[in-house]
């Protein structure tokens, strides 16, 4: 399975913008990049997912390289609601879609 | 929408005993999965079920850890008997996915989870 590396935690200060850097160099064709996170004692919800080209949505925007060797979760204002781990996934349509999770990065958000 | 639903929230056993975790998945998702998170790590996929079919179950510990989805909406995962590295939340999710092609990318729902203790 690819697999993905992301820094262990990341700070910033509310209502500013937040890149979080995702390392997946071994992607192959047939692998989408999905982004969920995961809030205080809850489960994971959706973010955002590409394949090569940016995408955008209402939460956060991706940003995958041309060589789709990495990527960037965009998050452009953070709020303290957005304090949670953030996983990047590399979800191929080979394998029947799972989701194999990482260690993901733990955002803090200072008022 | 009524989201993925499951119970109990919270349970503490005794290692050797026997638990059970219901799911209930959102309403016309042909997709579930189980999975377990230790504390401190990503959530790990135990059994996916296409309807009331298994379509994986790799990392599933058969000799304790069972699973089905009867009529392909609930399901039961059951872990008998218990151990104490059994201690983690356990999972439900589901979507509207398709298992061939590119229409795979469908989002995954996740329900609270169940966090179980055993002692």
């Known amino acids: 399975d690819a697999k993905t590396t992301q820094p262990n935690s990341m700070e910033s200060n509310e209502e500013e913008p937040v890149h979080l850097p995702c390392n997946h160099s071994?992607?192959?064709?047939?692998?989408?990049i999905h982004w969920y996170r995961q809030l205080p004692s809850q489960g994971p919800e959706y973010v955002i997912h590409?394949?090569?080209s940016n995408v955008n949505n209402r939460m956060a925007s991706l940003a995958i390289a041309e060589d789709r060797k990495s990527s960037t979760l965009i998050l452009h204002r953070a709020t303290l609601r957005d304090a949670a781990v953030y996983y990047c996934?590399?979800?191929?349509?080979?394998?029947?879609?799972?989701?194999?999770f990482g260690q993901g990065t733990e955002l803090s958000v200072k008022p | 929408e009524a989201g993925v639903a499951q119970s109990p929230r919270y349970k503490i056993i005794e290692k050797r005993q026997s638990v059970a975790f219901w799911c209930n998945p959102i309403?016309?998702?042909?997709?579930l999965y189980w999975y377990q998170q230790i504390l401190g790590q990503g959530p790990k996929l135990l059994i996916q079920?296409?309807?009331?079919?298994?379509?994986?179950d790799s990392q599933l510990p058969k000799d304790r850890f069972s699973a089905e989805r009867l009529k392909g909406v609930d399901s039961t995962l059951k872990i008998q008997p218990a151990k104490l590295e059994d201690s983690a939340v356990y999972l439900c999710?589901?979507?509207?996915?398709?298992?061939?092609?590119?229409?795979?990318?469908?989002?995954?729902?996740f329900g609270p989870g169940t966090r179980l203790t055993v002692l």
């Open positions: 999710a589901s979507s509207s996915l398709q298992t061939s092609g590119r229409g795979i990318q469908n989002e995954q729902f």
């Open positions: 071994t992607i192959s064709g047939t692998d989408y």
């Open positions: 590409g394949l090569t």
């Open positions: 996934i590399l979800r191929s349509y080979n394998q029947g879609g799972k989701l194999i």
């Open positions: 309403s016309g998702h042909a997709t």
């Open positions: 079920f296409q309807n009331n079919g298994v379509v994986d």
